[in-house]
């Protein structure tokens, strides 16, 4: 079974600053994709960044980043010159072979002014 | 990205009653829906998956004669929560998917209030 793992369940930073979000998952699977959602107050999920495991380059969306260590089966993800509208819970997630998403437990960031 | 419309935004029934949410694809073929359940800061909970003209196939410990669900077009899938009671009140969202190796897009959710 997949897991998806995400260890801080509340992170804040500073407007224009630089967060992580860290994210471990479990699988035997080879090839797989791996995604980062953003869930405003809003309530509508929004995809923010897609890895392909068989892709050594680390995707990038532009102030959106992650580092994916897939030996580590960590998949990170960095945002750049936060900005209030980041604000939002984010939530890592897996699939394979078009496998249903297996989500982490989420991670609510706060970016303040 | 593509378009998933899910109607309505919110709803408040009486307990008893039934409530259907609709999960639209506007702008691809959805082979695939799956139905989630949210509780208030926690994570999306899979309730089911739709394949376009199959039977959805439930999770464990969801209640499929509760819960009913209707793939009947590539563009629609249906959720019916039968005889509603206050403890069915969450947050419902719907995701689809036009191929196994094509991301998931999500509708807007939907906010029952069983009262």
């Known amino acids: 079974a997949q897991t998806v793992t995400q260890s801080q369940p509340e992170m804040s930073v500073q407007e224009a600053e630089t967060v992580t979000l860290s994210c471990t998952y479990d699988?035997?699977?080879?090839?797989?994709?791996l995604f980062w959602y953003k869930q405003p107050p809003s309530r509508q999920m929004i995809l923010v960044i897609r890895?392909?495991?068989?892709?050594?380059q680390n995707a990038t969306e532009n102030r959106f980043s992650v580092n994916f260590q897939k030996a580590a089966k960590s998949f990170s993800l960095k945002i750049s010159d936060s900005q209030l509208g980041d604000t939002a819970m984010y939530f890592c997630?897996?699939?394979?072979?078009?496998?249903?998403?297996?989500f982490g437990e989420g991670t609510q960031l706060t970016v303040n002014p | 990205g593509a378009v998933v419309s899910q109607h309505p935004s919110w709803v408040i029934c009486k307990s008893g009653t039934s409530v259907k949410i609709e999960c639209r694809s506007l702008d691809f073929q959805a082979t695939t829906m799956f139905w989630y359940r949210q509780f208030p800061k926690q994570s999306l909970m899979l309730m089911a998956t739709s394949n376009e003209g199959s039977k959805a196939t439930y999770e464990q410990g969801v209640e499929k004669d509760k819960f009913l669900i209707n793939h009947a077009s590539l563009t629609l899938s249906t959720l019916t929560v039968t005889s509603a009671h206050p403890e069915d009140s969450s947050f419902y969202i719907c995701?689809?998917?036009?191929?196994?190796?094509?991301?998931?897009?999500f509708g807007q959710g939907t906010r029952l209030t069983v009262v």
């Open positions: 890895q392909e495991a068989y892709k050594q």
């Open positions: 995701s689809a998917r036009e191929t196994v190796n094509t991301e998931a897009f």
């Open positions: 699988t035997s699977e080879n090839n797989y994709y």
């Open positions: 997630a897996f699939t394979f072979s078009g496998s249903r998403l297996t």
